[in-house]
């Protein structure tokens, strides 16, 4: 699903300067750039939400989601930024394929609410999901908890029968960690799953996703987290320190160009805050 000259110019920026090894080492090596390079957002999303929506929702396509990327800097929602990432590292020669998860929420549907990737080497399953952004994969061994022991970007599993649930740390909130239940009793999904789960989300119901009323972006950085919500930064040092602070829509709109990486062009389409639905 992706062409060659694409997937040379998406390594380049990546900053993968030959293609790795289809190992953990070559997997990590991938993972890593693409936690650090592409942001977890709904900028496209937004903008779709407010046009005419005649076409599908913005960046479901693997090809459409990084050719964005690399003209505007902006990734995607859990469907398909992982989606992408799926096939990128298809194209590499890894056995990587989706499936289904759910992030437990209160107040929102859970069945397949989450979207991310599995990947097999050897005799073993390795999470690498886009929007945890953990910086190295998370291996699953049935019975075994896990932990990608990784400073501020540290997921873990604990496993229950038939899967695991993964701890992750969203935001601002770094004492109590949200969950993302894997089955792995469950076959993996293809591509038109995820777009299908794609356009649920983009309803106007809250209950399908929260992601929909006002702008979020999230960056990892190896030494630093950010994130965009409204008109709150908040960004978490390397030792785990959270800072917010109110900021303007001027200001949010140079720390999307200057901090987050989005071209003027796209920061400049993103349609103001909605009220938050009840």
Request: charge should be negative; proline fraction near 6%.
């Amino acid at each position: 699903m992706i062409p060659q000259n694409l997937l040379e110019r998406v390594l380049s920026k990546l900053g993968v300067q030959r293609r790795p090894d289809a190992d953990l080492s070559g997997l990590n090596k991938v993972y890593a750039a693409y936690s650090h390079h592409i942001p977890n957002d709904n900028v496209l999303k937004r903008i779709w939400l407010v046009g005419e929506k005649s076409k599908q929702v913005t960046g479901g396509d693997p090809t459409e989601f990084f050719e964005n990327w690399l003209k505007h800097g902006a990734g995607g929602t859990c469907f398909p930024s992982n989606g992408a990432l799926c096939e990128l590292l298809n194209a590499l020669g890894f056995d990587a394929r989706r499936i289904l998860g759910a992030v437990m929420m209160e107040g929102i549907e859970h069945d397949g609410n989450h979207g991310t990737v599995l990947v097999r080497i050897g005799d073993t399953d390795y999470l690498a999901d886009a929007q945890l952004a953990s910086f190295c994969v998370l291996p699953l061994v049935a019975g075994q908890p896990a932990s990608t022991g990784n400073g501020i970007h540290d997921i873990r599993a604990v496993p229950f029968t038939g899967g695991f649930e993964v701890q992750w740390y969203p935001g601002s909130n770094r004492q109590t960690p949200m969950v993302t239940r894997l089955n792995l009793e469950r076959p993996a999904v293809d591509h038109g799953t995820f777009l299908a789960q794609y356009a649920l989300s983009a309803l106007r119901d809250r209950k399908r996703s929260p992601f929909n009323e006002a702008l979020f972006i999230g960056r990892h950085f190896p030494d630093r987290i950010l994130n965009v919500g409204r008109t709150t930064l908040t960004t978490i040092s390397h030792d785990n320190v959270v800072t917010k602070r109110e900021i303007t829509p001027a200001e949010r709109a140079q720390i999307l160009v200057d901090q987050c990486g989005l071209s003027e062009e796209i920061v400049a389409a993103v349609p103001p805050d909605e009220e938050a639905m009840v």
